[in-house]
């Protein structure tokens, strides 16, 4: 079938993307389902840093590249093999498939299926096919979702059903913001309440944490980006305090409000130098969490000394450390019980054709997530 997807053709294109147009809207083909895959008729998309991180070739993938990862749509077919759901059902997308053999889905931790993961390097389905075209030339796939389309075909291992009542434009982030968010918290971090919290980078993800730090009961929530107006956001979804991680002293505030540092410090910018000013936020015998994702060359500097002498822990969190068919149906009753206000994450509702301005606000930090609502 004829669908219409954003192709990315060439990775580090200039800004404005507006201008440059890194993004095409493209209309190409896309083949049937194959054996335990769906085609799903996508409804809302979110903008998210690892699409821009593939934009600007900070992540190289391989091209060209039908983009997009964080989404929500409804069941249109089902391929041989798939007896767990049917036409009209409500999905998410995951961005990580499991097949559920490996040793770490076999451990219970699927966010690191190993087939999985070589999949979506390669960019291609869990099955190893590709099933987008045009021209006879193979579009790839990102992360097995390909989601700024019409309609995509994915793994079933990439879906999770969800209750038809909740948005489109909610359910989207679900996929990526709030799992990685509030999993790392939930469960890379395993936060208790009374604890204190400090959470760099308020895009979707952090603000996702500071959700879920609210919902674990920590006691301090301290909230740390450049922007003014994320902050000022941080503070009313419940943040107890707030440093603009301009400020010259902002490390020895941070440490002020928390006796010497926080329990838990969280780092969701993607930059290595926000990583290196978490590990100093936390306290002895604290933990330092990253799910950011700098250039594959970044480099953590770490005094060995504070870490033995005061044992620290530094742990890194993909996808919240997710049991997706878990996970979701927990945050999705949170979100209805008033207790995870996801909503508050989204920035605005954008069509298809409008995706390279999208990025460009983005990119500029004017947002905290964007939907493409179809």
């Known amino acids: 079938m004829k669908i219409r997807a954003a ?14 147009t890194p993004l095409q809207i493209e209309t190409v083909e896309l083949d049937a389902p194959g054996r335990d895959e769906v085609l799903v008729k996508i409804e809302a998309a979110g903008l998210c840093h690892s699409d821009l991180s593939v934009i600007n070739g900070s992540r190289p993938r391989p091209m060209p590249m039908a983009i997009g990862h964080e989404a929500a749509g409804v ?3 089902v391929g041989p ?6 036409p009209g059902d409500h999905v998410i997308m995951v961005f990580m498939p499991s097949c559920g053999h490996c040793l770490p889905c076999a451990e219970g931790r699927p966010a690191l299926c190993e087939p999985g993961a070589a999949a979506n390097g390669h960019g291609a389905l869990l099955s190893g096919g590709i099933r987008l075209h045009e021209d006879g030339e193979t579009i790839h796939h990102h992360l097995g979702c390909s989601a700024f389309a019409d309609y995509a075909v994915v793994s079933r291992r990439s879906l999770v059903k969800v209750d038809k009542d909740l948005s489109f434009t909610d359910a989207a982030l679900f996929g990526c913001a709030v799992l990685t968010g509030v999993g790392a918290v ?3 971090a395993g936060v208790q309440p009374g604890q204190s919290v400090v959470v760099i980078g ?22 740390v980006d450049l922007s003014d107006e994320k902050l000022a956001l941080a503070a009313e979804i419940g943040a107890t305090a707030t440093v603009n991680a301009a400020a010259p002293d902002a490390i020895e505030q941070v440490r002020a409000l928390t006796a010497g540092g926080a329990d838990f410090a969280f780092e969701f910018a993607g930059v290595a130098r926000a990583l290196e000013n978490a590990y100093k936020m936390t306290r002895r015998g604290g933990t330092t969490v990253t799910a950011g994702l700098p250039p594959p060359d970044a480099v953590l500097p770490v005094n060995i000394v504070s870490l033995v002498a005061e044992e620290r822990t530094v742990k890194g ?16 009753a949170l979100y209805k019980a008033g207790r995870l206000p996801v909503d508050r994450l989204r920035s605005g509702v954008i069509a298809l054709d409008d995706i390279n301005e999208g990025f460009d606000r983005l990119h500029d930090g004017s947002v905290v997530r964007l939907v493409v609502g179809f």
């Open 7 to 20: 192709v990315l053709r060439t990775m580090g294109a200039a800004h404005p993307y507006a201008d440059s």
């Open 75 to 77: 069941v249109v077919e």
């Open 81 to 86: 093999g798939v007896g767990d759901l049917e």
């Open 186 to 188: 939930v469960n890379t």
């Open 202 to 223: 308020l895009g979707g993800v952090g603000l996702a944490a500071v959700i879920g730090a609210i919902a674990c009961g920590a006691a301090q929530i301290i909230a």
């Open 317 to 332: 969190s993909y996808i919240g450390t997710c049991v997706p068919v878990r996970d979701v149906p927990r945050y999705v």
